[in-house]
């Protein structure tokens, strides 16, 4: 049996409340007070800290005593409330505690009929009803007897159920979950004859895609992720060798969008499959079902990171039209070697040094493609540059930027020092680690103008985060 510590609420609002100035200073650290913040500087950049309240200027995160304890002692949270009620005096003794055993998976109890799903689905999201009837008859949507749910239901390749997906079917009703011990390879799918899958976030999604593409849709393959991971993509890919082309259709938001490219990268690891993001006209395809059924739809909303990429990747093509260096690879290892000796709070030097190491780069290739006799139009040369942005990988820090930029660079010299004869392919692959590079300088670029932006705002942040934790 494990330890484990039980805190009252009292306890946890204590440890939440305590003041960090006070913290700092008891274990010893350095504070600069100015006005009524303090600013503490910690190994990953400034910290401005407000009674229980704290803000990381250039990582742009806060929180409360407790998050700052977990996020910079590195401990969970018992630990970190522990440690906050100890500096006030406060003991809480361990107790014991039995491991608790995952539950075997079952399916939640049928309802005699099914009047309130079928009333959810037809006239609350507006499915097809031939949809409906052939999901239902297939056993794998049902009403659940306690509830009166939506079950969806994820069968293996025996007909054995695995996974079960539960929806709300009240008006105003927002619960949905996975049933406890569901197999996220078997999540809420048909499989189909044909050589297409298409990929959704949850059934509704999936559901309403058929009822507006319903012309031979049981040709094809359906999968409803309900969750964000793609292991059921997987395992169908694997076991149905027809399957070779992927439509990834999740929602037209921020999340989606990232989740599209996320379950990309990971289908092309597989093999060699077509694969094609397909986003739906607003938010998600129930929204565009609605508005095809007179009812107003929630509108997309697009990735900001793959609007300002897309202006500067056509800014960069344009600024370096006629510009030449006549040795951009000594000048791309001085302008690296410039940038890691930076500080992330020295926004503009970084920036404007991000810019320069992006154009050395992008130069380096079109240096290759000409030698290559290669010709590209500055559209191509945009758009090629465009492809290689990675929306979904684009939320790390400054040190994980830097390092990846530095990555590149060292890939590009030891090719270069090798002084091979390289076939048409490696010279391709060459290219794009150039272009890559390029990228992810703009990336660099792009993430510090929005630190930049944040900071100016960084005097409100801590007010904004006090008053609502009050």
Sequence with gaps: MSKYIYFTEEQKERARRTDLASFLQSNGESLKRSGSEYEWKSKSGKVTVRGNIWFHQYEREG????????????????????????????????????????????????????????????????????????????????????????????????????????????????YKGNVEGSNPDYSFHYIGKGNK????????????????????????????????????????????????????????????????????????????????????????????????????????????????????????????KSEKIKYPLGVLQRYNEKLKRYQPEQRSAVMEQSLKMSRVAFLLAKKQLAAMEKSQTDEQLAKALFMLYPPHRDNCGYKTRIADIGERVEEIVKVYRKNEILTESQQMENVKTMLSLSVDCLRLYMFEEQSKLKQEEGENVCQILQHSLL
């Design 63 to 174: 929180g409360d005593a407790i998050d700052f304890v977990r996020r910079f002692y590195n401990l969970d949270f018992a630990e970190a409330v522990n440690l906050l009620l100890s500096e006030q005096g406060i003991t809480v003794v361990p107790q014991e505690k039995t491991t608790k055993e995952k539950k075997e998976f079952c399916l939640p109890k049928v309802n005699q009929d099914m009047r309130r799903v079928y009333a959810y689905l037809l006239k609350g999201r507006f499915i097809d009803h031939d949809v409906i009837n052939f999901f239902t008859k297939e056993k794998l949507i049902y009403e659940d007897a306690e509830y009166h749910n939506a079950v969806f239901v994820g069968m293996d390749e025996d007909g054995v159920p695995r996974h079960a997906h539960k929806r709300g079917t009240y008006s105003k009703s927002v």
């Design 197 to 320: 899958l298409y990929v959704f976030e949850a059934p509704i999604d999936m559901l309403s895609y058929i009822s507006l593409h319903k012309e031979n849709w049981q040709e094809h393959s359906y999968v409803a992720l309900c969750s964000v991971a793609p292991q059921s993509v997987i395992h169908i890919l694997k076991n149905n060798p027809q399957i070779e082309s992927v439509y990834i259709c999740l929602d037209h938001d921020k999340a989606g969008i990232e989740g599209n490219y996320r379950i990309e990268e990971e289908v092309k690891k597989l093999g060699d499959y077509t694969v094609e993001k397909d986003s739906p006209a607003y938010k998600d395809w129930n929204e565009s079902l609605k508005n095809r059924n007179g009812i107003e739809p929630i509108p997309a909303t697009e990735h900001p990171g793959l609007i300002r990429m897309k202006v500067l990747c056509r800014e960069l093509v344009s600024e370096c």
